[in-house]
Every structure is written in structure tokens, then in C-alpha cells.
């Protein structure tokens, strides 16, 4: 995938702030400190348009990029990370969860899991709400650099396991670091996005 434009759009935290231009959106789910904006400044070949903190929990709205014109990458907040105050992550919760139910343009979600860990329970509740809402999924196991080359088959079993991931759910091995994964992942969503524009 050839980027020729990528900017930041918009924070938005009520769904009037979304943008209205009916783009295709693939949206981000992962704890905090996964890696998403890595993962996301990699996606689109940029060092710093999404900005990666050090203090996880920091976003706490949705983050819009549009990219080539063509679709939007929306960060969610992360989520799991104890120093967020339960009514603050009950916010994040109605908020995360009126998207995924309402949001037309929401063409696939891409759930981000650090393959060195098994998935939190934060992880199997995010993917359980996917299956529930019916909504395309890809799982991105992130920082594949960090593991050995000959145990990322057993750590894709494990992610896969603990998730009781459907078959049917690609999962993209992915690595912010190498690249790995990159073209793969650009594969599924172009394709995702193809799909919904073939479907009546």
C-alpha cells in the first residue's frame, strides 16, 4: 500500500464530532501500552503522527487519521490500565460500545494483542463484544520482534485459544520494529473495505 496522505482529523468523544464524509473506518482495540500508535505510524509509513506516550491510558477519545483519501484509522482508547478511574473507564466503555453498535462507516475492527502475553480478560471481553455486534475482526499480534522466530507459531495458538477466536477471523503477525506484517495487514483491510462495497 502506497501512502501518499496521511493526517490526523480529529479527538472526538460524542458521535456529532465523527467525521461525515462516509468513509470506510477501521478501528483500533488494545490495552494500553500495546502499541497501537506504533503500529498505526507504521501502517502509514510516518514516525510520529500518531503519538506514542509513555504514560499509558493517556487517549481517551477516538482518534481519526484519514489515509489517501480513502479510509479512516480510528484509535480507540486503550483500555485495561488500573490508574484510569472506574467512571472514566465507564465513559470509555458506553463510548467504545455505542460505536461499535451504531457507527455505519465501521468497516473492521482490528484487535491489537501483544503475542509475548496471553490476552488479558480485558482482550476476550473487547472480542466477545466483536462477535456479539457481528462485526468483521482482524487480530494483530504485535511485537513479533520480541519473540524468537521459532515460538511464534505457539503464541499465535495461544492468542487464538484464550480468545476462542472464530476461524474465520484472520490474525496478521506484526511488528512496528521489522515492518513484518505490514503489507498483510493493508491486505485485509483494503480487502475488508472491497467486501462491504461488493455486498448489496
Given amino acids: 500500500m502506497k501512502i501518499l496522505d496521511a493526517q490526523f482529523v480529529i479527538s472526538a468523544v460524542r458521535p456529532q464530532q465523527y467525521p461525515e464524509d462516509a468513509l470506510p473506518e477501521i478501528a483500533l482495540a488494545g490495552r494500553s501500552n500495546v502499541g497501537k500508535s506504533s503500529l498505526i505510524n507504521k501502517l502509514i509509513l510516518r514516525k510520529n503522527l500518531a503519538r506514542t506516550s509513555s504514560q499509558p491510558g493517556k487517549t481517551q477519545q477516538l482518534n481519526y487519521y484519514r489515509v489517501n483519501d480513502l479510509l479512516y484509522l480510528v484509535d480507540f482508547p486503550g483500555y485495561g490500565y488500573a490508574k484510569v478511574s472506574k467512571t472514566q473507564r465507564e465513559k470509555f466503555g458506553e463510548m467504545i460500545e455505542t460505536y461499535l453498535r451504531d457507527r455505519e462507516p465501521h468497516k473492521l475492527q482490528l484487535l491489537i ?12 471481553l473487547m472480542y466477545n463484544w466483536l462477535k456479539h455486534y457481528e462485526i468483521p475482526t482482524c487480530i494483530v499480534a504485535t511485537k513479533a520482534d520480541k519473540i524468537p522466530r521459532s515460538k511464534w507459531d505457539k503464541h499465535v495458538k495461544m492468542v487464538k485459544t484464550t480468545l476462542e477466536a ?21 491486505d485485509v483491510i483494503l480487502g475488508a473495505i472491497a467486501s462491504e462495497e461488493e455486498s448489496p
Fill in 113 to 124: 494483542i501483544d503475542i509475548r502475553h496471553e490476552p488479558s480478560k480485558d482482550d476476550v
Fill in 166 to 186: 472464530d476461524p474465520r477471523d484472520p490474525v496478521v503477525l506484526f511488528s512496528s520494529e521489522t515492518g513484518l506484517g505490514r503489507e498483510q495487514l493493508w
